[in-house]
């Protein structure tokens, strides 16, 4: 029997579970603990950035167990464990995957009572689980299902609704998978799907072929698996009390290199999980080597948990990520690249509805933290950007439309529009950015560019000869203000990028000269903290210096605020983004407005806009979402949209949590390279243009939609603009009076003093 | 071993354990270590290319000593502050500080004078500082040359910071001073231990029934000083 089988056989009977506890039975049902509901191979962890050597996906097997509980009625506990795991057949990490109802878990095992056991692994019988292998193009998906194994069921047909669990019923899933469950081998499902994101989902790839069975007796163990184990299964624990008073509060510090034995007398003990931010202590044990606490063993009490969110990344509703936060804002974000996502989906919905109906009868006050929200990605179709689905991304075929015969690019504005919503292929990145950095004028032939090219080496150069020849005097102010820092921030820059890897890496030189010379072209901004970071991937897409260099030159004119050396530009760019905030998302401002001046400088924001959500994003999507930026189409403040994107995708908990200026910093900082890009970016683009739909704007953000030009256009956007009141040292309105409108007699309202009634910025969220 | 969840849920406070909650903040030149020692604290790891800090990030880190539990709320801040008119904004109403310098370096342990006299003038009058010399592990290059450079910069640079001369210094003001190692974690839980120590623990706080729940400003806040500091609106 395979493994699949017969997690669906157990599954079904939780399931039944759920369903009678759901239909209102009353009681406390019988509630198997241990039962496993929901089972899911593939499910990626992906490790933040920064951490050589590991792959960008990280598999692994994740499963929901039900389990009694006083309050909740049942409780969820959802257990991940990394394939890595599995393969070297690990018994702790095994045991959270193998069905409490399994034979193998009867069968006595010295020690541990849940570890699973087989007999002869090589023979399999039809009560063990066959050691059939994990391909890693396979995904399987086990959806708690009715112990008849129909294909379409529901699981107590008078109330349907309250459980449809059957696999097969919808999604990608073929009319095949029924046959296959129904052969006992493990279903096969969207093994095509593996590749579509365009990402390789697994490094180790070739590693994985490898079998692995539940077998108690050839299994080698680790001995640090041990000292483990306590880790994963104590129970989640979130007082910061109690845990401190937990036994084996086996401090993390102290284990960690076995830092600091002298501290023992000082009774220093860092309890479980009540850091808020003790991710690799939340997230598994803490030993070993980064990649096995980044990505180790996950279990938690999801009745327990502040909230689940998910996030659909696909139209069809099935991929995407589910984020499970802690009552402390710390994070897991788990990757559904293959499906499934949509029956898990089911899954909580259902045990809400249990839960719920559980605790109407128990004592009104006890109430359970979690809360439970789907994001699709689909934005209502009046919301979306009604251009949104006319632009693919611009390939090689398509740029050269954009061109003629002399290489001029015909019409900008149209390329705008086109990297605007589709970005651009990365193979040609390195030819566009210099059109939208403006390094290349769009005018330019081929030829003009060429000698263009040769011109700015030249010039290039004499920059930087102009830093070698500097007085000792000179050099050695240089050296303080700026090379000092440069040295010491460009080798630790993009390390995880392959281009700039390893050492000596003439890369990362170049990137060091860069800066230099920049700093002496422009000695009033020299070299600021986070330039590196955008240098970083202009070279790594333009590849020659020197154009590099003027591409950033060109970066740092048009998008001063990135490095600013000056308060006010970043003042003004949070000025703009609270007035667009309490514009489109009043209960957030209004949230920030509660927590004061601290709250209005929104603290959680400065790194998005300082770096163009370059740290916020896996590198691919921050890559995209700075060319939509650049495109400069219908405004010149993008950022500021997805700034309001992330904050109404991701700001929900926020308000519901009332956070606090340091919380919500520690929450938007957990999310950062967890957040779904592509989503983001729609959403921006949406709210971009149901700003410009918008009949009138307050004053405050005229800027908006001042600079970006007309576009196809005779006449530019400027909506009428009403007074927001407050302009000190001015009499009334300075917009008012000089909204700039070459066409026709510009309808406004200015001058309406301070108290403008609201109601007519309708803004649809 | 533990069960699996279930039975053995968290139980609330045990009688007699305090709960203190302290806000300390980072400060000092770039690239002296501030996030590496937090990260240290906080995690237990040491990424040898840890990146710029730009803005400011916030950790919590929370450590038994004797019946107190002490909640550490650290604010890492960025070396190069680009953004100056929030410095304040970090520093007002900490409990603690840990100004960080480099002791391969003269010139951070310049700037940390500078932060610590700004601290002394601006932020709560009885904030505890701290003086950490990271990067001792690089001490074996304290004495000699750890870097080739042109003769004119030797003088300005790389002369080290010594030991005596940084405790002379702390002394003198009244600080707390460890040379630390954010790679080793030398000292790195014992500063901390040791600002714990030094903290007020009178009235208990918080009592932790609702972590991560609303919280308002910080219970200890002393004295917001520098108010006058903030950015108009």
Redesign the interface.
């Known amino acids: 029997m395979s493994l699949g089988r017969l997690l669906r056989r157990a599954s079904s009977r939780a399931s039944d579970l759920l369903t009678l506890t759901a239909g209102g039975s009353g009681g406390s049902p019988a509630v198997l603990d241990g039962e496993i509901i929901y089972s899911k191979n593939n499910v990626c962890v992906h490790p933040p950035e920064g951490l050589q050597g590991l792959g960008e996906h990280h598999p692994g097997y994740l499963c929901l167990c039900m389990e009694k509980d006083e309050l909740l009625g049942a409780t969820l506990i959802l257990a991940w464990v990394p394939n890595s795991r599995i393969q070297r057949q690990d018994e702790e990490a095994l045991r959270y995957i193998t069905p409490e109802s399994s034979p193998v878990r009867k069968a006595p095992r010295h020690r541990c009572r849940r570890i699973p056991s087989s007999g002869a692994p090589h023979q399999p019988s039809p009560t063990e689980p066959r050691p059939s292998l994990m391909p890693k193009e396979e995904d399987i998906l086990v959806v708690a299902q009715s112990i008849q194994e129909a294909v379409h069921i529901s699981a107590s047909p008078d109330d349907g609704e309250k459980l449809a669990l059957d696999a097969g019923a919808d999604g990608p899933l073929p009319a095949s998978q029924a046959a296959h469950r129904d052969s006992g081998v493990l279903s096969t499902v969207g093994s095509q799907d593996g590749v579509e994101e365009g990402r390789e989902p697994r490094p180790e790839a070739g590693e994985e072929e490898g079998s692995w069975e539940l077998s108690a007796d050839g299994v080698s163990r680790d001995s640090s698996f041990d000292s483990d184990s306590d880790a994963f299964s104590s129970p989640f624990c979130l007082s910061p009390i109690s845990a401190a008073l937990a036994e084996g509060s086996s401090s993390a510090l102290m284990d960690s290199e076995g830092s600091s034995p002298s501290s023992s007398d000082t009774t220093l003990r860092f309890p479980d999980s009540n850091g808020l931010l003790q991710t690799s202590r939340w997230d598994e044990a803490q030993r070993g080597w980064a990649p096995e606490q980044i990505c180790g063993v996950f279990r938690v009490d999801l009745g327990h948990m502040r909230s689940l969110r998910l996030f659909f990344s696909d139209e069809a509703c099935t991929s995407g990520q589910l984020v499970v936060a802690s009552r402390e804002s710390q994070y897991k974000v788990l990757h559904f690249h293959h499906g499934g996502l949509d029956k898990l989906c089911e899954v909580f919905q259902q045990w809400k509805f249990c839960t719920e109906s559980h605790l109407e009868d128990q004592v009104a006050s006890e109430r359970t933290c979690v809360q439970f929200s789907i994001r699709r990605p689909k934005l209502p179709s009046c919301e979306a950007h009604p251009e949104e689905s006319l632009y693919r991304r611009l390939d090689v075929p398509a740029w050269l439309q954009h061109l003629n015969e002399l290489g001029q690019v015909e019409e900008m504005y149209k390329l705008r529009q086109a990297i605007f919503f589709g970005g651009i292929d990365v193979s040609i990145r390195g030819e566009v950015w210099p059109f939208l950095l403006r390094y290349y004028s769009h005018e330019s032939t081929s030829e003009e560019r060429e000698a263009l090219r040769v011109q700015k080496r030249k010039e290039y150069l004499e920059i930087q000869q102009k830093r070698l020849s500097m007085t000792p005097e000179e050099r050695g102010a240089f050296w303080r203000n700026v090379q000092f820092t440069v040295d010491k921030d460009v080798v630790r820059t993009d390390r995880s990028n392959e281009f700039f890897r390893g050492e000596d890496n003439p890369n990362v030189e170049s990137m060091r000269r860069i800066l230099l010379n920049y700093a002496v072209y422009n000695p009033a901004i020299g070299y600021s903290q986070g330039m590196s970071d955008l240098v970083a991937p202009l070279l790594a897409e333009v590849q020659d210096e020197s154009d590099t260099f003027w591409c950033f030159v060109g970066l740092m004119q048009n998008t001063i605020f990135v490095s600013s050396p000056r308060d006010e530009d970043m003042e003004k760019q949070l000025l703009y983004l609270r007035e667009l905030l309490r514009l489109t998302h009043p209960r957030f401002y209004q949230h920030l407005a509660a927590l004061g001046e601290d709250g209005l400088q929104m603290l959680f924001c400065h790194r998005w806009l300082l770096l163009c959500f370059k740290r916020e994003f896996p590198e691919a999507e921050a890559l995209r979402i700075w060319e939509a930026c650049w495109a400069h189409y219908q405004t010149d403040y993008f950022h500021l949209f997805i700034c309001v994107a992330i904050v109404a995708i991701y700001g929900d908990d926020v308000i519901e949590q009332q956070l606090a200026t340091d919380q919500m910093l520690l929450h938007f900082g957990n999310l950062a390279m967890h957040m779904n890009g592509e989503l983001v970016l729609r959403k921006a683009r949406s709210l971009l243009y149901q700003f410009r739909l918008l009949p009138r704007i307050p004053c405050s953000l005229h800027e908006l939609c001042k600079l970006c030009g007309t576009g196809m256009w005779d006449s530019g956007y400027m909506p009428a603009v009403e007074c927001a009141g407050h302009h000190p040292g001015s009499e009334g309105c300075p917009y008012g009076g000089t909204v700039e409108m070459p066409s026709p007699p510009a309808p406004r309202e200015g001058k309406r003093g301070p108290k403008t009634p609201r109601e007519g910025f309708g803004f649809r969220r | 071993?533990?069960?699996?969840?279930?039975a053995?849920?968290?139980?609330?406070?045990?009688a007699g354990?305090k709960?203190c909650q302290f806000k300390l903040v980072l400060l000092g030149e770039?690239?002296v270590g501030k996030s590496s020692l937090v990260l240290?604290?906080?995690?237990?790891?040491f990424?040898e290319?840890?990146?710029?800090t730009?803005?400011?990030?916030?950790?919590?880190?929370?450590?038994?000593?004797?019946d107190t539990?002490v909640?550490f709320?650290i604010?890492d801040t960025?070396?190069?502050e680009?953004?100056?008119?929030?410095a304040p904004?970090y520093y007002r109403g900490a409990q603690a500080a840990i100004v960080v310098y480099d002791i391969t370096n003269t010139?951070t342990f310049a700037r940390a004078k500078n932060w610590v006299k700004e601290l002394q003038r601006q932020a709560s009058p009885n904030i505890v500082i701290a003086l950490a010399g990271n990067k001792a592990d690089l001490a074996s290059k304290r004495a000699v040359e750890f870097q080739p450079l042109?003769h004119?910069?030797s003088i300005?640079?790389l002369a080290s910071v010594g030991n005596q001369e940084a405790q002379a210094y702390a002394d003198d003001n009244s600080l707390l001073f460890m040379e630390t190692s954010a790679k080793?974690?030398?000292n790195?839980?014992?500063i901390f231990?040791a600002i714990a120590?030094k903290l007020p623990k009178n009235e208990p706080q918080n009592a932790?029934g609702?972590?991560?729940?609303?919280?308002?400003?910080n219970l200890q806040e002393s004295n917001p000083a520098s108010r006058s500091q903030?950015?108009s609106?």
């Open positions: 071993m533990a069960g699996r969840g279930g053995a849920r968290p139980n609330g406070p045990a354990n709960i770039s690239a240290r604290f906080v995690k237990g790891q990424h290319y840890q990146e710029s730009i803005g400011a990030a916030f950790l919590t880190q929370t450590v038994c000593l004797d539990t909640k709320e604010w960025a070396g190069q680009r953004y100056h008119s929030l904004m010139d042109p004119f910069l300005l640079f080793t974690a030398m790195v839980n014992e231990m120590k932790a609702a972590p991560g729940g609303t919280r308002g400003v903030c950015c609106n």
